[in-house]
């Protein structure tokens, strides 16, 4: 059992807990020493560690082990980090990697039931079959609910994608009340099926990381291969369909310079654009509120993927008597190497 978590440390103490390596890099100090820099992770977050003298320590793990380690948790430069007195490789052969992988705060399997549910909706026609198709399969539906939506930018947890896109048909539908003369069924394809190819993409059994074939080929074109699969078993799908739903996975992104092959050409296919970079965009304001909660002052740090700094928003007081003590911290375990 996992004793403690990232959110939890506090500077000028020390932890005994576990973690899943994310990164692990040999360097060598100024004076000639080597050190081994780390980063871990856990399901509340991120944090970096420093092993000094390492030369001395059994180092027989690797990047996506979870390891056990006794640290001392400092700040340096603003930022915690782990100043590691011991590391090994777990011995625990019943870890779950739910404590060290971060996830949403939504049920997969029923975002996955309402997804199905939505496309069963649709009027009888090649799109809902060509849907039913591809959400019926056991394995990407496996998958489809599992992936992250991304590496790091939004939506970078277990489940992530399968979130994006529930929010992403919610949104669709909105717009198409507004807008009757979109076509509903190709917008809703188009954002069911815009980042399939991330269940290939991206591997996400220990820790997130890219497949060689996402690394080579991308999401983009991996999802409109898997879609042309599907495709290709109902004979009825008409070429000039195909060629719209397919340019919609394909400019989904929206310019040449964000990866996209194309850049919108209709109206779908700009509406698709425009949901997914908004739902991703205010999905990581959101994820950057919540890291820097406790950073004083009213911005935010800087914000990679957007490349600025963001107002935090007003604090919202919760009435007196919603307040409740916090509970008392539980007792850490013992660490055994």
């Not at 959110?7 to 020493?33: C, H, I, M, Q, Y």
């Not at 549910?117 to 009888?124: F, G, S, T, V």
């Not at 914000?303 to 919760?318: A, F, H, I, T, Y």
């Given at each position: 059992?996992?004793e403690a978590?990232?959110a ?15 990164t ?7 004076n000639g ?8 992770q ?23 082990d ?10 340096y ?6 100043s590691l ?11 779950d ?17 309402g ?6 909706q ?16 056991p ?29 992403l048909v ?9 807008y ?9 394809a188009g954002l069911?099926?815009h ?14 990381s890219?497949s ?13 291969e ?20 397919q340019?919609?996975i394909?400019?989904h ?14 109206m ?11 739902d991703?965009?205010l ?9 820097d ?16 700094e ?6 919202q ?6 307040r ?6 539980g ?7």
């Amino acid at each position: 059992m996992k004793e403690a978590y990232i959110a939890d440390l506090k500077p000028g103490t020390s932890v005994t807990t576990s973690f899943l390596v994310r990164t692990k890099e040999r360097k060598t100090a100024r004076n000639g020493s080597a050190y081994l820099d780390l980063e871990f992770q856990d399901s509340t977050g991120t944090i970096r560690a420093k092993l000094w003298d390492c030369d001395s320590t059994d180092l027989s793990f690797e990047a996506d082990d979870v390891v056990r380690v006794a640290a001392s948790v400092e700040l340096y430069q603003g930022n915690l980090q782990l100043s590691l007195r011991k590391i090994a490789k777990s011995r625990d052969a019943d870890i779950d990697l739910a404590d060290y992988l971060p996830h949403g705060t939504q049920n997969p399997e029923k975002l996955f039931e309402g997804l199905l549910k939505r496309i069963k909706q649709m009027p009888q026609g090649p799109l809902q079959t060509l849907l039913l198709r591809i959400f019926n399969d056991p394995e990407i539906a496996r998958k489809y609910k599992q992936a992250p939506a991304a590496m790091s930018y939004h939506h970078a947890f277990i489940g992530g994608l399968i979130e994006h896109v529930s929010s992403l048909v919610g949104l669709g539908d909105r717009v198409c009340d507004h807008y009757p003369s979109l076509d509903r069924d190709l917008i809703l394809a188009g954002l069911l099926l815009h980042d399939l190819g991330k269940i290939e993409e991206l591997n996400f059994t220990r820790g997130f990381s890219y497949s060689t074939r996402g690394q080579l080929v991308g999401h983009i074109s991996m999802g409109v291969e898997m879609v042309c699969d599907k495709m290709r078993e109902i004979p009825d799908f008409s070429p000039d369909l195909w060629d719209r739903l397919q340019h919609i996975i394909l400019s989904h992104h929206g310019k040449l310079e964000f990866g996209s092959p194309k850049e919108p050409m209709f109206m779908e296919a700009l509406a698709v654009n425009y949901l997914d970079d908004l739902d991703s965009k205010l999905q990581a304001m959101r994820e950057q509120y919540e890291a820097d909660k406790d950073r004083p002052g009213d911005f935010t740090a800087r914000n990679r993927p957007l490349g600025r700094e963001l107002l935090k928003p007003p604090v919202q007081q919760e009435p007196a008597a919603a307040r409740t003590p916090a509970a008392a911290p539980g007792k850490s375990g013992t660490l055994k190497f």
